[in-house]
């Protein structure tokens, strides 16, 4: 078990190509390549080694892509409502440590106060914004993975796979932040001003009435501050982690593993990338919820009250809630890339061009 542990940890995320390749004992006297590179292919350069199976489309086809946007319309709408309610207590304990001390008091307080109906307050906001915010998290990762490891080419795609899904993810996040915004900026206000609104269709226009379009994206920048380093350790984090666990922990190669037991790993590493989301994020997720909260307020003014130690107060809750979010949300999504027979390319290996430049191969 212990040996597994050191091995992950050895084998983490962020390794550069040259101590990635030393790491799997490929590296020699010709570990950099010479040569020009392989020229891009199309967009199987992540699939090296796919499993010869019946797909009901072409990796990388816009029906491909389509199907992935709407894996990630369910993945992010559905868990990100199931668990508007420790939502609701995370927002409430940053924008009032004060009154909502603890997540238990939290719930106890909203209990007390709204009732048993108040603990989904903000519902409809969450599931329509995060379902768009999914449809892009998702959809547009898938095309900006392909699009980036066609510029990159087959052996650059391999040996900068890490900084290939950070690129990706980020690229999709900041499109995915703008369709999230003017959905999170009514959820906000419902959920932490007491009084102001109930229902979707009440807070919208009263916050358009009161501040413009203004209130609905004067968060966009915080989002993004917020969202994208998040996006980029979900999306990272899982990919290597998942090659991880089947180089060093899954007691066989992943084209022998079933369907379940491919999906358990699935859910696994989405939940280690989770808490790694949690922390990473947390700080600019507390500047949102007090920035929405408040009118007239900037980031910078809302951080600077903050405090180093306040822009950390639910950061438990938020661990037990985006580490479920995240592994839930890549489980959902690998589970409609398996009912739709979409391409799930295995983790990549080293091309064969590369081995030759290696010496790895006669």
Not at 64 to 81: D, E, K, P, R
Not at 212 to 231: E, S
Not at 303 to 327: C, D, Q, S
Not at 330 to 335: A, L, Q, T, V
């Amino acid at each position: 078990m212990f040996s597994s542990v050191a091995h992950l940890a050895r084998a983490n995320p962020f390794n550069a190509p040259h101590l990635q390749l030393v790491h799997d004992g490929l590296a020699g006297p010709r570990s950099c390549p010479s040569g020009p590179t392989a020229p891009p292919s199309r967009s199987r350069n992540l699939a090296a080694a796919a499993v010869e199976e019946e797909y009901s489309c072409e990796y990388g086809s816009g029906r491909f892509f389509i199907l992935c946007g709407l894996g990630g319309i369910i993945s992010c709408g559905t868990t990100h409502t199931a668990l508007v309610p420790l939502d609701l207590v995370k927002c409430r304990m940053q924008v009032d440590p004060q009154k909502y001390k603890g997540i238990f008091n939290g719930f106890s307080v909203t209990l007390k106060e709204d009732g048993v109906r108040g603990l989904a307050k903000g519902w409809a906001p969450t599931f329509i914004g995060y379902s768009l915010q999914g449809l892009c998290k998702f959809g547009f990762y898938e095309v900006f993975k392909v699009l980036y490891s066609n510029m990159l080419g087959e052996e650059n795609t391999y040996l900068w796979r890490t900084s290939l899904y950070l690129a990706a993810s980020a690229s999709a996040e900041f499109f995915a932040d703008i369709a999230l915004a003017p959905m999170e900026a009514t959820k906000v206000r419902i959920q932490t001003q007491p009084g102001y609104a109930n229902t979707l269709r009440d807070a919208a226009p009263k916050m358009y009435k009161e501040e413009g379009l203004n209130a609905f994206y004067k968060g966009v920048a915080p989002l993004w501050m917020r969202q994208i380093p998040y996006t980029m350790m979900k999306f990272a984090c899982f990919e290597r982690t998942v090659e991880a666990l089947y180089k060093f922990v899954v007691p066989k190669p992943r084209s022998e593993c079933t369907k379940s037991e491919q999906l358990v790993v699935t859910f696994v590493a989405g939940y280690i990338a989770g808490v790694f989301c949690a922390i990473v994020s947390h700080p600019a997720d507390s500047v949102v919820s007090v920035l929405n909260k408040e009118k007239g307020s900037t980031a910078s003014q809302v951080l600077k009250r903050l405090g180093f130690k306040g822009v950390w107060k639910g950061l438990f809750a938020r661990i037990i809630m985006i580490g479920t979010l995240t592994a839930l949300q890549w489980f959902i999504y690998d589970s409609v890339k398996v009912y739709f027979r979409l391409p799930r390319p295995p983790p990549p290996e080293m091309p064969e061009s590369l081995k030759k430049k290696l010496g790895l191969t006669q």
